[in-house]
């Protein structure tokens, strides 16, 4: 997938292209401390590559996976505190950014093809986590609020294909997913709670104003008066909890989030985004 760019709203742009299924926690280490707790495990990556509705790859190379064909690949990293010696602009700040390793052996993986079993290498990147003000939208397109988005890259200097489904060699692969890494790890949990009430109270809510409707409609003109009353202040505490609990789901990591013994959550999926030329990308034109 690609998209013409400027300099000025190239951090905005997250175009699904591909897609991360699974983050999986593998491994638990000593968090440091002076950075987000992502630096504490290591995670296992599962690439599910293949044509996604509205990507530009088959108009940048026509025939690129129109058969329907997928190629997974799966990798571990782990998000280092070390400070990375390059930036990517549709990353973050260089300021802010850190290496990325790949921990898979020899930093490669596997996968089969109609040739066989195909060695694929992947080099290490750089990582960011950006802390969003507003609500951002997610892989599927829903309006969503992590505490954080994470953002990094990897190389894959040796590419891969299988049948018409291509990462074509020394290609720069960028990710985008939400994780949920506040330092007190009952963060999540105490919101989660708050949420679990205003599910209840909205339950409660509608139930008491069946209850109002099938009275009112036995009762004199003043009974119905005054049950359209209640009605009325009904629906605003209706139109209060339910925007609470939408702001609530748009905050919480999602069903199936990736749970880490320290605490941190990361987004089920994501997305990708490749770079299509070798243009600067502070220059007009870079392709994403």
Not at 130 to 157: E, M, Y
Not at 207 to 228: A, P
Not at 245 to 256: D, F, I, N, Q, S
Request: net charge neutral.
């Amino acid at each position: 997938l690609y998209l013409n760019v400027s300099p000025k709203n190239i951090q905005s742009i997250m175009i699904r292209s591909f897609l991360i299924t699974v983050l999986i926690l593998i491994t638990h280490q000593e968090a440091v401390l002076s950075l987000s707790p992502l630096t504490g495990p290591q995670w296992k990556l599962n690439l599910d590559v293949g044509l996604q509705p509205g990507t530009w790859m088959p108009k940048r190379f026509p025939g690129w996976a129109e058969s329907g064909a997928r190629l997974g690949l799966d990798l571990r990293v782990e998000f280092t505190s070390k400070k990375s010696k390059t930036g990517e602009s549709l990353v973050g700040p260089r300021e802010d950014t850190y290496e990325l390793a790949v921990t898979s052996p020899d930093g490669k993986c596997t996968f089969v093809s109609e040739r066989g079993q195909e060695v694929v290498e992947f080099t290490s990147g750089g990582w960011c986590v950006q802390r969003p003000t507003d609500n951002i939208r997610n892989a599927g397109g829903s309006l969503v609020k992590p505490a954080g988005l994470l953002r990094f890259w990897l190389d894959c200097p040796s590419g891969a294909k299988r049948r018409d489904v291509e990462i074509k060699e020394g290609t720069r692969i960028y990710f985008t997913t939400g994780v949920w890494d506040d330092t007190d790890p009952n963060t999540v949990k105490s919101q989660d709670d708050a949420y679990r009430k205003v599910l209840e109270e909205l339950k409660e809510l509608t139930n008491e104003t069946r209850e109002i409707r099938k009275e009112s409609e036995d009762g004199n003109l003043l009974q119905n008066f005054l049950s359209f009353r209640t009605l009325v202040d009904k629906s605003k505490d209706f139109d209060k909890l339910n925007a609470l609990k939408l702001r609530y789901e748009r905050e919480l990591p999602p069903t199936g989030a990736s749970v880490a013994s320290n605490g941190v959550q990361m987004a089920p999926t994501g997305s990708l985004v490749i770079k299509g030329n070798s243009t600067p990308d502070w220059v007009p034109g870079s392709e994403y």
